[in-house]
């Protein structure tokens, strides 16, 4: 029995999905290419997903759920602050060099606006404020769309703020005026360090044991 064979309809198309979209991003990535790679037809491809973005969106959200599940393990609230924090940062290269060019193309979707918004949070409401920085109000459908991506990368980073607030509880860490945008700052700043890594060169292990001291003791000698 073939690879193909072994998946079911669905698990192939997703992995066709992943292949098209960390080539070709979203833009460019065509449901008849993913139908040809899934060996499959068009009307089957239509019974799980709607649309382009549907699958796409199912694809990210269960590589999501996968790498949320290894940091409830590897930050659990039972274990001690710096084995949290160095968890979250082991976890966090090994999946986004596993994942780099579809993450990628998570972000362009998540933070790409041309017509001049983005999404800013807002504490008070606990969600989402459009912030128009020109041109016009983007439409319901391209709001609903990129907060759904953006709300996937916000999971992630919520948990090192969770670890991250530890630390400052118990006087670990000095306190932190803006903690969301101090999280967000490591997370998508180990995501640019390793995009620009190739993946032979990365010594995980000691890039983590790296940024942890940075983290925890800055720059200063």
Not at 7 to 34: H, M, N, P
Not at 126 to 155: C, F
Not at 175 to 196: K, R, T
Request: proline share 3%; with cysteine; hydrophobic share 45%.
């Amino acid at each position: 029995m073939t690879e193909k064979q072994e998946l079911s309809k669905e698990q192939r198309i997703l992995k066709a999905a992943e292949q098209v979209f960390s080539r070709k991003g979203y833009t460019d990535a065509t449901l008849d290419e993913i139908i040809k790679i899934a060996d499959t037809g068009k009307g089957t491809v239509y019974k799980y997903f709607d649309n382009k973005d549907f699958l796409f969106y199912t694809l990210i959200q269960c590589k999501n759920d996968a790498f949320l599940e290894k940091l409830k393990v590897s930050c659990a609230g039972n274990l001690p602050f710096m084995e949290r924090l160095h968890g979250f940062l082991l976890e966090l290269l090994k999946f986004i060099i596993k994942n780099k060019m579809l993450w990628r193309v998570l972000i362009v979707q998540a933070i790409a606006a041309p017509s001049g918004w983005c999404f800013v949070w807002n504490d008070k409401k606990h969600d989402l404020d459009i912030d128009v920085q020109w041109g016009n109000k983007p439409s319901s459908e391209e709001i609903a769309i990129k907060k759904k991506y953006t709300m996937i990368l916000r999971s992630e980073i919520a948990v090192l703020v969770d670890v991250l607030e530890e630390g400052i509880k118990n006087d670990l860490v000095k306190p932190i005026e803006d903690l969301p945008l101090v999280a967000a700052n490591i997370f998508f700043g180990s995501i640019v360090m390793i995009s620009q890594t190739k993946r032979a060169e990365v010594d995980i292990p000691s890039a983590v044991d790296i940024m942890v001291d940075r983290i925890m003791n800055g720059h200063k000698k």
